[in-house]
Protein backbone atom coordinates (compact mmCIF):
# COMPACT_ATOMS: atom_id res chain seq x y z
CA UNK A 1 0.00 0.00 0.00
CA UNK A 2 1.49 3.58 -0.57
CA UNK A 3 2.55 5.18 2.10
CA UNK A 4 1.94 8.45 0.76
CA UNK A 5 -2.17 7.27 0.97
CA UNK A 6 -1.69 6.80 4.70
CA UNK A 7 -0.32 10.75 5.47
CA UNK A 8 -1.90 13.27 4.24
CA UNK A 9 1.39 15.40 4.60
CA UNK A 10 3.65 13.93 2.67
CA UNK A 11 7.16 15.99 4.71
CA UNK A 12 8.08 13.38 6.61
CA UNK A 13 11.06 13.67 8.88
CA UNK A 14 13.19 11.67 7.29
CA UNK A 15 12.82 12.73 3.95
CA UNK A 16 13.41 16.64 5.49
CA UNK A 17 16.98 15.18 7.07
CA UNK A 18 17.92 13.51 3.72
CA UNK A 19 16.99 17.50 1.98
CA UNK A 20 18.61 18.82 4.87
CA UNK A 21 22.02 16.46 4.39
CA UNK A 22 21.50 17.37 0.71
CA UNK A 23 22.13 20.92 0.77
CA UNK A 24 24.50 20.15 3.59
CA UNK A 25 26.54 18.27 1.20
CA UNK A 26 26.32 20.72 -2.27
CA UNK A 27 27.02 23.60 -0.09
CA UNK A 28 30.59 21.76 1.34
CA UNK A 29 30.97 21.05 -1.57
CA UNK A 30 40.75 44.36 -16.03
CA UNK A 31 40.64 45.50 -18.49
CA UNK A 32 38.46 48.70 -17.05
CA UNK A 33 35.15 49.79 -18.29
CA UNK A 34 32.55 51.61 -16.55
CA UNK A 35 31.17 48.47 -14.46
CA UNK A 36 31.49 46.46 -17.76
CA UNK A 37 28.06 48.33 -19.18
CA UNK A 38 29.39 47.57 -22.32
CA UNK A 39 26.86 44.73 -22.30
CA UNK A 40 24.46 46.59 -24.68
CA UNK A 41 23.47 45.21 -27.95
CA UNK A 42 23.47 48.90 -29.02
CA UNK A 43 26.60 49.66 -27.74
CA UNK A 44 28.02 46.38 -28.86
CA UNK A 45 27.28 46.45 -32.43
CA UNK A 46 28.89 49.87 -32.41
CA UNK A 47 32.02 48.74 -31.67
CA UNK A 48 34.42 47.66 -34.59
CA UNK A 49 36.11 44.36 -33.72
CA UNK A 50 39.68 45.90 -34.59
CA UNK A 51 39.20 48.27 -31.89
CA UNK A 52 38.83 45.61 -28.88
CA UNK A 53 42.65 45.74 -28.05
CA UNK A 54 44.47 46.27 -25.59
CA UNK A 55 46.30 49.14 -24.61
CA UNK A 56 48.43 50.65 -21.39
CA UNK A 57 46.76 53.68 -20.26
CA UNK A 58 48.26 55.11 -16.99
CA UNK A 59 49.82 51.81 -16.53
CA UNK A 60 47.28 49.56 -16.67
CA UNK A 61 44.68 47.82 -18.86
CA UNK A 62 41.63 48.72 -20.58
CA UNK A 63 39.58 48.82 -23.48
CA UNK A 64 40.36 51.34 -26.22
CA UNK A 65 36.94 52.65 -26.38
CA UNK A 66 36.31 52.43 -22.32
CA UNK A 67 35.50 56.10 -22.39
CA UNK A 68 33.82 56.12 -25.65
CA UNK A 69 31.41 53.79 -23.84
CA UNK A 70 31.31 55.62 -20.71
CA UNK A 71 29.67 58.53 -22.12
CA UNK A 72 27.12 57.00 -23.94
CA UNK A 73 25.86 55.29 -21.45
CA UNK A 74 25.86 58.31 -19.13
CA UNK A 75 23.81 60.28 -21.97
CA UNK A 76 21.53 57.59 -22.59
CA UNK A 77 18.27 56.86 -20.36
CA UNK A 78 16.01 55.41 -22.61
CA UNK A 79 18.09 52.00 -23.08
CA UNK A 80 15.63 50.52 -20.46
CA UNK A 81 15.87 47.14 -22.68
CA UNK A 82 19.20 46.66 -21.29
CA UNK A 83 17.54 44.54 -18.57
CA UNK A 84 14.99 42.84 -21.06
CA UNK A 85 17.18 41.71 -23.32
CA UNK A 86 17.74 37.55 -23.14
CA UNK A 87 22.06 36.54 -22.40
CA UNK A 88 21.90 33.49 -24.33
CA UNK A 89 22.85 35.42 -27.71
CA UNK A 90 25.50 36.84 -26.23
CA UNK A 91 27.27 33.61 -24.56
CA UNK A 92 30.15 31.63 -26.82
CA UNK A 93 28.29 27.82 -27.21
CA UNK A 94 29.96 25.34 -25.15
CA UNK A 95 30.34 23.48 -28.75
CA UNK A 96 33.15 26.05 -29.97
CA UNK A 97 35.56 25.49 -27.26
CA UNK A 98 34.34 21.47 -26.38
CA UNK A 99 34.36 19.40 -29.45
CA UNK A 100 32.42 16.28 -27.05
CA UNK A 101 29.84 18.69 -25.79
CA UNK A 102 27.90 18.52 -29.24
CA UNK A 103 26.62 15.02 -28.07
CA UNK A 104 26.28 15.42 -24.21
CA UNK A 105 24.11 13.34 -22.94
CA UNK A 106 24.08 15.35 -19.12
CA UNK A 107 23.55 18.47 -21.36
CA UNK A 108 20.16 16.75 -22.57
CA UNK A 109 19.44 16.33 -18.71
CA UNK A 110 19.03 19.08 -17.71
CA UNK A 111 18.29 21.38 -21.02
CA UNK A 112 15.77 24.25 -21.51
CA UNK A 113 13.73 22.77 -18.86
CA UNK A 114 15.64 24.22 -16.48
CA UNK A 115 13.54 27.49 -16.57
CA UNK A 116 10.44 25.62 -16.01
CA UNK A 117 11.61 23.95 -12.58
CA UNK A 118 13.04 27.48 -10.96
CA UNK A 119 9.37 28.68 -11.87
CA UNK A 120 6.97 25.90 -10.65
CA UNK A 121 9.47 26.45 -7.37
CA UNK A 122 9.18 30.01 -6.65
CA UNK A 123 7.33 31.01 -3.89
CA UNK A 124 4.53 33.56 -5.23
CA UNK A 125 4.69 35.92 -1.44
CA UNK A 126 4.98 39.34 -3.00
CA UNK A 127 8.54 40.59 -0.29
CA UNK A 128 8.43 44.05 1.01
CA UNK A 129 11.02 45.93 0.57
CA UNK A 130 14.77 44.58 1.52
CA UNK A 131 16.50 45.77 4.72
CA UNK A 132 19.93 45.34 4.23
CA UNK A 133 22.26 45.02 7.31
CA UNK A 134 24.73 47.38 8.16
CA UNK A 135 25.91 49.82 5.47
CA UNK A 136 24.87 47.24 2.55
CA UNK A 137 22.31 48.53 -0.16
CA UNK A 138 19.99 46.46 -2.05
CA UNK A 139 19.86 48.07 -5.58
CA UNK A 140 18.35 45.82 -8.81
CA UNK A 141 18.81 42.48 -7.17
CA UNK A 142 22.31 43.12 -6.34
CA UNK A 143 23.39 43.92 -2.62
CA UNK A 144 26.00 47.09 -2.48
CA UNK A 145 28.67 48.26 -0.01
CA UNK A 146 30.25 51.41 -0.77
CA UNK A 147 33.98 51.77 0.70
CA UNK A 148 34.40 54.34 3.27
CA UNK A 149 38.10 55.61 3.54
CA UNK A 150 39.69 59.09 3.07
CA UNK A 151 36.45 61.34 3.32
CA UNK A 152 37.00 64.43 3.20
CA UNK A 153 35.40 67.78 5.22
CA UNK A 154 32.02 67.29 3.01
CA UNK A 155 31.66 63.51 3.94
CA UNK A 156 32.82 62.94 -0.26
CA UNK A 157 34.87 59.66 -0.60
CA UNK A 158 38.02 58.74 -2.97
CA UNK A 159 37.32 56.72 -5.81
CA UNK A 160 37.06 52.76 -5.38
CA UNK A 161 40.48 50.99 -6.38
CA UNK A 162 38.39 49.28 -7.88
CA UNK A 163 34.94 47.11 -7.94
CA UNK A 164 34.64 43.51 -6.35
CA UNK A 165 31.82 41.44 -8.00
CA UNK A 166 31.36 38.83 -5.75
CA UNK A 167 29.48 35.14 -6.28
CA UNK A 168 29.35 33.18 -3.32
CA UNK A 169 29.41 29.02 -3.31
CA UNK A 170 26.83 26.23 -3.43
CA UNK A 171 23.55 27.75 -1.20
CA UNK A 172 25.49 30.64 0.22
CA UNK A 173 25.33 32.31 -2.99
CA UNK A 174 21.77 33.43 -2.16
CA UNK A 175 22.41 35.58 0.85
CA UNK A 176 26.22 36.58 0.14
CA UNK A 177 25.93 39.26 2.30
CA UNK A 178 24.95 37.40 5.00
CA UNK A 179 27.42 34.35 4.43
CA UNK A 180 30.27 36.57 3.51
CA UNK A 181 29.76 39.53 5.68
CA UNK A 182 32.88 39.76 7.14
CA UNK A 183 35.24 39.03 4.03
CA UNK A 184 33.19 41.70 2.30
CA UNK A 185 33.61 44.20 4.47
CA UNK A 186 36.87 43.97 5.24
CA UNK A 187 37.33 44.46 1.72
CA UNK A 188 34.98 47.49 1.72
CA UNK A 189 37.19 49.07 4.57
CA UNK A 190 40.42 48.76 2.13
CA UNK A 191 38.42 51.12 -0.45
CA UNK A 192 37.05 48.82 -2.66
CA UNK A 193 33.95 48.59 -4.11
CA UNK A 194 31.31 45.82 -3.18
CA UNK A 195 29.25 44.04 -5.00
CA UNK A 196 27.71 40.87 -4.61
CA UNK A 197 24.51 39.40 -6.79
CA UNK A 198 22.95 37.07 -4.98
CA UNK A 199 21.61 33.49 -7.48
CA UNK A 200 19.62 30.43 -7.39
CA UNK A 201 21.59 27.42 -7.12
CA UNK A 202 21.13 25.27 -10.30
CA UNK A 203 22.39 21.93 -11.83
CA UNK A 204 22.34 24.61 -14.85
CA UNK A 205 25.44 26.68 -14.43
CA UNK A 206 24.75 28.94 -17.40
CA UNK A 207 21.53 29.51 -16.84
CA UNK A 208 23.41 30.71 -13.10
CA UNK A 209 25.67 33.12 -14.84
CA UNK A 210 22.69 34.51 -17.12
CA UNK A 211 20.59 35.84 -13.72
CA UNK A 212 23.64 37.01 -12.17
CA UNK A 213 25.15 38.93 -15.28
CA UNK A 214 21.41 40.15 -16.33
CA UNK A 215 21.27 41.21 -12.37
CA UNK A 216 24.68 43.01 -12.52
CA UNK A 217 23.86 44.60 -15.75
CA UNK A 218 21.13 46.32 -14.04
CA UNK A 219 23.84 48.44 -11.72
CA UNK A 220 25.98 49.08 -13.89
CA UNK A 221 24.53 52.69 -14.87
CA UNK A 222 23.93 53.60 -11.67
CA UNK A 223 27.50 52.56 -10.41
CA UNK A 224 29.27 54.04 -13.52
CA UNK A 225 27.89 57.49 -13.26
CA UNK A 226 29.18 57.63 -9.37
CA UNK A 227 32.58 56.07 -10.15
CA UNK A 228 33.00 56.42 -13.76
CA UNK A 229 35.46 53.58 -15.32
CA UNK A 230 37.43 51.69 -12.54
CA UNK A 231 38.26 47.75 -12.99
CA UNK A 232 36.43 45.00 -12.24
CA UNK A 233 37.77 42.22 -10.54
CA UNK A 234 35.76 38.94 -10.62
CA UNK A 235 35.90 37.11 -7.44
CA UNK A 236 34.02 33.69 -6.57
CA UNK A 237 34.36 31.11 -3.48
CA UNK A 238 34.12 27.24 -4.63
CA UNK A 239 31.00 27.20 -6.88
CA UNK A 240 30.97 31.01 -7.42
CA UNK A 241 34.87 30.24 -8.22
CA UNK A 242 33.24 28.31 -11.26
CA UNK A 243 30.92 30.67 -12.40
CA UNK A 244 33.26 33.35 -12.47
CA UNK A 245 35.79 30.89 -14.63
CA UNK A 246 32.17 30.94 -16.72
CA UNK A 247 31.42 34.52 -17.33
CA UNK A 248 35.20 34.87 -18.20
CA UNK A 249 35.45 32.17 -20.44
CA UNK A 250 32.41 32.28 -22.60
CA UNK A 251 31.13 35.48 -21.84
CA UNK A 252 33.58 37.97 -24.29
CA UNK A 253 31.24 41.06 -23.49
CA UNK A 254 32.55 40.59 -19.67
CA UNK A 255 36.00 41.55 -19.73
CA UNK A 256 37.15 41.68 -16.40
CA UNK A 257 40.74 43.16 -14.83
CA UNK A 258 41.56 39.95 -13.25
CA UNK A 259 39.74 36.91 -10.84
CA UNK A 260 40.46 35.86 -7.45
CA UNK A 261 39.00 31.88 -7.04
CA UNK A 262 38.75 30.69 -3.64
CA UNK A 263 38.34 26.95 -2.93
CA UNK A 264 37.41 26.18 -7.11
CA UNK A 265 35.54 23.30 -7.16
CA UNK A 266 34.14 21.52 -10.21
CA UNK A 267 33.44 17.99 -9.50
CA UNK A 268 30.27 16.16 -10.67
CA UNK A 269 27.89 15.67 -8.50
CA UNK A 270 28.22 11.79 -7.80
CA UNK A 271 31.43 13.14 -6.64
CA UNK A 272 30.01 16.34 -4.77
CA UNK A 273 27.45 14.80 -2.99
CA UNK A 274 27.86 11.06 -1.58
CA UNK A 275 24.80 8.41 -2.55
CA UNK A 276 23.14 11.41 -4.67
CA UNK A 277 21.56 8.19 -7.16
CA UNK A 278 21.10 5.70 -4.22
CA UNK A 279 19.58 7.99 -1.61
CA UNK A 280 18.78 10.99 -3.06
CA UNK A 281 17.20 11.03 -6.54
CA UNK A 282 14.46 8.55 -5.29
CA UNK A 283 13.54 10.11 -2.26
CA UNK A 284 13.92 14.06 -4.02
CA UNK A 285 11.28 11.95 -7.02
CA UNK A 286 9.26 11.17 -4.25
CA UNK A 287 8.84 14.29 -2.86
CA UNK A 288 7.94 15.73 -6.11
CA UNK A 289 5.26 12.94 -6.33
CA UNK A 290 1.82 14.54 -5.57
CA UNK A 291 0.21 11.50 -4.56
CA UNK A 292 -2.89 10.99 -1.92
CA UNK A 293 -3.22 14.48 -1.65
CA UNK A 294 -6.17 16.45 -4.17
CA UNK A 295 -6.31 19.08 -5.64
CA UNK A 296 -8.75 21.25 -6.72
CA UNK A 297 -9.08 24.07 -9.19
CA UNK A 298 -8.53 27.30 -7.32
CA UNK A 299 -5.28 29.47 -8.82
CA UNK A 300 -2.68 29.70 -5.85
CA UNK A 301 -1.38 33.27 -5.75
CA UNK A 302 0.31 32.72 -2.87
CA UNK A 303 2.94 29.57 -4.05
CA UNK A 304 3.10 27.82 -7.02
CA UNK A 305 1.35 24.04 -7.28
CA UNK A 306 4.23 21.77 -8.51
CA UNK A 307 2.68 19.53 -11.49
CA UNK A 308 2.63 15.97 -11.37
CA UNK A 309 1.32 13.08 -13.18
CA UNK A 310 -1.11 12.55 -10.14
CA UNK A 311 -2.24 15.70 -10.41
CA UNK A 312 -2.24 16.19 -6.23
CA UNK A 313 -0.35 18.61 -4.72
CA UNK A 314 3.48 17.62 -3.75
CA UNK A 315 5.98 18.18 -0.92
CA UNK A 316 7.22 20.76 -3.11
CA UNK A 317 4.14 22.20 -2.49
CA UNK A 318 4.27 21.48 0.69
CA UNK A 319 8.13 23.29 1.06
CA UNK A 320 6.91 26.49 -0.54
CA UNK A 321 4.00 27.12 1.74
CA UNK A 322 6.00 26.50 4.72
CA UNK A 323 8.72 29.10 3.74
CA UNK A 324 5.73 31.38 2.46
CA UNK A 325 4.42 31.58 6.05
CA UNK A 326 8.08 31.73 7.19
CA UNK A 327 8.50 34.93 5.08
CA UNK A 328 5.21 36.25 6.16
CA UNK A 329 6.55 35.90 9.68
CA UNK A 330 9.07 37.97 9.40
CA UNK A 331 7.45 40.55 7.92
CA UNK A 332 5.46 40.64 11.08
CA UNK A 333 2.25 39.79 9.81
CA UNK A 334 -0.60 37.44 9.80
CA UNK A 335 -0.59 35.34 6.52
CA UNK A 336 -3.33 36.18 3.57
CA UNK A 337 -6.59 34.30 3.04
CA UNK A 338 -5.03 32.69 0.23
CA UNK A 339 -2.01 31.56 1.88
CA UNK A 340 -3.82 29.97 4.72
CA UNK A 341 -6.19 28.58 2.25
CA UNK A 342 -3.55 26.82 0.51
CA UNK A 343 -2.24 25.82 3.65
CA UNK A 344 -5.17 23.88 5.02
CA UNK A 345 -6.12 22.76 1.76
CA UNK A 346 -2.65 21.10 1.43
CA UNK A 347 -2.21 19.84 5.62
CA UNK A 348 -6.03 18.63 5.87
CA UNK A 349 -8.11 17.13 2.51
CA UNK A 350 -11.09 17.26 4.21
CA UNK A 351 -11.14 21.17 3.99
CA UNK A 352 -10.80 19.96 0.13
CA UNK A 353 -14.19 18.32 0.81
CA UNK A 354 -15.56 21.69 2.86
CA UNK A 355 -14.31 24.13 -0.53
CA UNK A 356 -16.28 21.83 -2.96
CA UNK A 357 -19.56 21.77 -1.07
CA UNK A 358 -19.61 24.85 -1.36
CA UNK A 359 -18.92 26.18 2.32
CA UNK A 360 -17.43 29.69 2.82
CA UNK A 361 -13.61 29.53 2.83
CA UNK A 362 -11.82 30.31 6.35
CA UNK A 363 -10.37 33.77 6.76
CA UNK A 364 -8.97 36.51 9.25
CA UNK A 365 -10.78 39.95 9.33
CA UNK A 366 -9.83 42.86 8.86
CA UNK A 367 -10.83 44.21 12.51
CA UNK A 368 -8.64 41.20 13.43
CA UNK A 369 -5.91 41.80 11.16
CA UNK A 370 -5.94 45.60 12.38
CA UNK A 371 -5.45 44.58 16.11
CA UNK A 372 -2.88 42.14 15.79
CA UNK A 373 -0.64 44.42 13.51
CA UNK A 374 -1.64 47.55 16.54
CA UNK A 375 -0.40 45.01 19.33
CA UNK A 376 2.64 43.83 17.49
CA UNK A 377 3.84 46.53 15.84
CA UNK A 378 6.42 47.67 18.77
CA UNK A 379 7.90 44.36 19.10
CA UNK A 380 8.45 43.84 15.63
CA UNK A 381 9.77 47.32 14.90
CA UNK A 382 12.06 46.43 17.41
CA UNK A 383 12.96 43.42 15.67
CA UNK A 384 13.92 45.43 12.48
CA UNK A 385 15.40 48.07 13.99
CA UNK A 386 17.91 45.33 15.89
CA UNK A 387 18.20 43.80 12.51
CA UNK A 388 16.70 40.46 13.14
CA UNK A 389 13.82 40.32 11.02
CA UNK A 390 15.75 41.31 7.97
CA UNK A 391 18.75 38.86 8.65
CA UNK A 392 16.20 36.01 8.80
CA UNK A 393 14.22 36.92 5.53
CA UNK A 394 17.22 37.45 3.99
CA UNK A 395 18.32 33.46 5.56
CA UNK A 396 15.17 32.33 3.40
CA UNK A 397 16.63 33.49 0.62
CA UNK A 398 19.20 30.24 0.92
CA UNK A 399 15.92 27.67 2.44
CA UNK A 400 13.90 29.01 -1.37
CA UNK A 401 16.69 27.38 -3.25
CA UNK A 402 15.89 23.74 -1.67
CA UNK A 403 11.99 23.21 -3.63
CA UNK A 404 13.95 23.87 -6.66
CA UNK A 405 16.82 21.58 -6.61
CA UNK A 406 14.33 18.59 -5.92
CA UNK A 407 12.23 19.65 -8.37
CA UNK A 408 15.25 19.32 -11.16
CA UNK A 409 16.05 16.27 -9.53
CA UNK A 410 12.61 14.63 -9.80
CA UNK A 411 12.95 15.96 -13.50
CA UNK A 412 15.76 13.91 -14.70
CA UNK A 413 18.69 16.31 -13.39
CA UNK A 414 21.64 14.05 -12.86
CA UNK A 415 24.79 16.33 -13.74
CA UNK A 416 25.69 19.57 -13.72
CA UNK A 417 25.74 21.64 -17.14
CA UNK A 418 28.08 22.15 -18.44
CA UNK A 419 29.72 18.95 -17.65
CA UNK A 420 33.15 19.37 -15.57
CA UNK A 421 35.20 18.18 -18.82
CA UNK A 422 32.90 20.99 -20.97
CA UNK A 423 34.38 23.60 -18.01
CA UNK A 424 37.69 22.67 -18.39
CA UNK A 425 37.76 23.07 -22.17
CA UNK A 426 36.08 26.47 -22.30
CA UNK A 427 39.34 27.36 -19.26
CA UNK A 428 41.75 25.54 -21.65
CA UNK A 429 40.71 27.84 -24.47
CA UNK A 430 38.93 30.73 -23.79
CA UNK A 431 39.64 31.69 -20.38
CA UNK A 432 40.60 35.50 -20.43
CA UNK A 433 41.70 37.23 -17.85
CA UNK A 434 45.25 38.73 -17.56
CA UNK A 435 45.50 38.17 -14.13
CA UNK A 436 44.15 35.40 -11.95
CA UNK A 437 44.81 34.59 -8.24
CA UNK A 438 44.19 31.05 -6.90
CA UNK A 439 43.36 30.19 -3.10
CA UNK A 440 43.43 27.05 -1.68
CA UNK A 441 43.01 25.76 2.05
CA UNK A 442 45.50 22.86 2.94
CA UNK A 443 43.53 19.77 3.37
CA UNK A 444 40.37 20.35 1.49
CA UNK A 445 39.07 17.37 -0.24
CA UNK A 446 36.80 19.13 -2.39
CA UNK A 447 39.25 21.80 -3.86
CA UNK A 448 40.74 21.53 -7.86
CA UNK A 449 42.86 24.60 -7.16
CA UNK A 450 45.54 22.96 -8.73
CA UNK A 451 44.16 21.52 -11.98
CA UNK A 452 42.72 25.15 -12.56
CA UNK A 453 45.95 26.41 -12.51
CA UNK A 454 47.03 23.99 -15.22
CA UNK A 455 43.76 24.67 -17.64
CA UNK A 456 44.69 28.99 -17.48
CA UNK A 457 48.84 28.12 -17.98
CA UNK A 458 47.44 26.03 -20.91
CA UNK A 459 45.35 29.39 -22.18
CA UNK A 460 47.82 31.50 -21.74
CA UNK A 461 49.82 29.05 -24.58
CA UNK A 462 46.85 28.92 -26.34
CA UNK A 463 46.08 32.62 -26.42
CA UNK A 464 50.33 33.36 -27.09
CA UNK A 465 49.91 31.36 -30.42
CA UNK A 466 47.34 33.89 -31.45
CA UNK A 467 49.23 37.25 -29.83
CA UNK A 468 52.66 36.17 -28.42
CA UNK A 469 52.90 39.87 -26.57
CA UNK A 470 50.30 38.40 -24.32
CA UNK A 471 51.21 37.34 -20.63
CA UNK A 472 48.77 35.67 -18.03
CA UNK A 473 49.75 35.73 -14.41
CA UNK A 474 48.07 32.97 -12.52
CA UNK A 475 49.45 32.63 -8.89
CA UNK A 476 48.46 30.04 -6.45
CA UNK A 477 48.05 31.16 -2.84
CA UNK A 478 47.84 28.06 -0.07
CA UNK A 479 46.20 28.99 3.35
CA UNK A 480 45.65 26.79 5.92
CA UNK A 481 41.86 25.85 6.01
CA UNK A 482 39.87 26.81 8.84
CA UNK A 483 37.86 23.34 10.89
CA UNK A 484 35.26 23.58 8.25
CA UNK A 485 38.13 24.01 5.09
CA UNK A 486 36.02 24.19 2.24
CA UNK A 487 33.96 26.65 3.79
CA UNK A 488 36.92 28.52 5.15
CA UNK A 489 35.61 31.97 3.39
CA UNK A 490 31.97 32.02 5.26
CA UNK A 491 33.49 31.34 8.67
CA UNK A 492 33.66 34.34 10.34
CA UNK A 493 31.14 37.28 12.64
CA UNK A 494 30.27 40.04 11.24
CA UNK A 495 32.94 42.93 10.99
CA UNK A 496 31.42 44.75 13.40
CA UNK A 497 31.25 42.19 16.24
CA UNK A 498 34.48 41.09 15.22
CA UNK A 499 35.94 44.64 15.80
CA UNK A 500 34.23 44.35 19.41
CA UNK A 501 35.47 41.28 19.77
CA UNK A 502 38.93 42.19 19.54
CA UNK A 503 38.56 45.16 22.04
CA UNK A 504 38.15 42.38 24.18
CA UNK A 505 39.85 39.47 23.49
CA UNK A 506 42.72 41.61 21.69
CA UNK A 507 45.08 40.05 18.64
CA UNK A 508 43.75 37.12 19.71
CA UNK A 509 39.94 36.91 18.82
CA UNK A 510 40.64 36.04 15.02
CA UNK A 511 42.31 32.64 16.85
CA UNK A 512 39.56 32.37 19.08
CA UNK A 513 36.77 33.15 17.22
CA UNK A 514 37.63 30.73 14.10
CA UNK A 515 38.11 33.40 11.59
CA UNK A 516 41.82 33.42 11.57
CA UNK A 517 42.15 32.07 8.03
CA UNK A 518 39.52 34.52 6.69
CA UNK A 519 41.77 37.13 7.49
CA UNK A 520 44.75 35.72 6.19
CA UNK A 521 42.75 35.22 3.04
CA UNK A 522 41.88 38.79 3.19
CA UNK A 523 45.06 39.92 3.47
CA UNK A 524 46.19 38.08 0.22
CA UNK A 525 43.69 39.39 -1.65
CA UNK A 526 44.23 42.87 -1.19
CA UNK A 527 47.95 42.65 -1.52
CA UNK A 528 47.31 40.61 -4.91
CA UNK A 529 44.76 43.47 -5.36
CA UNK A 530 47.18 46.26 -4.78
CA UNK A 531 49.61 44.67 -7.53
CA UNK A 532 46.80 44.78 -9.95
CA UNK A 533 44.86 48.23 -9.46
Avoid at 60 to 76: G, H, M, S
Avoid at 165 to 175: E, N, Q, S
Avoid at 314 to 337: C, K, W
Avoid at 494 to 514: H, Q, S, T, W
Wanted: aromatic letters at 6%; a negative charge.
Amino acid sequence: MNIMNKNPIPLRMGQVILVLAFCVSVSSGWIQSPIQVCYRDQIIQKRNKDKKLFSEVEGRNKFVDAVTVVEELVNDDSNEYMAEKRLYSRRIPLEEVDDDNVNSSSASNTGSKIPIFKEQAKIRVPQQERRPLGDWEFLNGNYVLRPKLNADQDGEYEQPRALIHFVGGALLCAAPQITYRYLLERLASKNYLIVTTPCQLSFNHLQTCDEILEKFEKIAPQLAREYGAIPVIGVGHSLGGLLQVLITSLFPDTPRAGNIIMSYNSKPVKEAVPFFEEVFTPVFVSLADGEGIPSNNRNSSSASSTTNTSGGKSSVDGLNLLLAMARTATQGQLPSDQLLRDTLEFATPAFVQQAESGLPPPSISVDLRSAFESLMAPQVNALKNAGILPLLDQLLDIADQVPCLVQEVAEGARDFTPTPSSVAAAARRAYRARRTLLIQYENDPLDESEQLQEYLLESERIMRMKRPMIRMDVQLKTILGGPFTHATPAIAPPLDIAERAKDILGNEAPERLLYQQVEETVEAMVRWLEETT
